[in-house]
């Protein structure tokens, strides 16, 4: 009798520990996520900068030298 209610006691705190556990998880995963989107974000906005001061140098180049140094 005693076995049997400590198995009911024991069956509810599994079932909340699985709770907790994809709980956890769906935090963990909207975390990384947002990790990865920050990461993202920052390499579009670095490769645009590097973009912009590459067009920048170029046209500077091309203003210095004219037709005859053009790549």
């Known amino acids: 009798m005693i076995i049997k209610a400590f198995r009911r006691k024991n ?9 907790e556990e994809a709980l956890l998880l769906s935090v963990a995963l909207v975390a990384l ?21 590459w067009n920048a140098i170029s046209s500077a180049i091309s203003g210095i030298f004219g037709l005859s140094f053009h790549w």
């Open 11 to 19: 069956r509810g705190r599994v079932a909340a520990q699985l709770i």
């Open 33 to 53: 996520s947002l990790l990865v989107g920050g990461i993202e974000s920052i390499l579009k906005e670095s490769a645009n900068f590097t973009t912009g001061i």
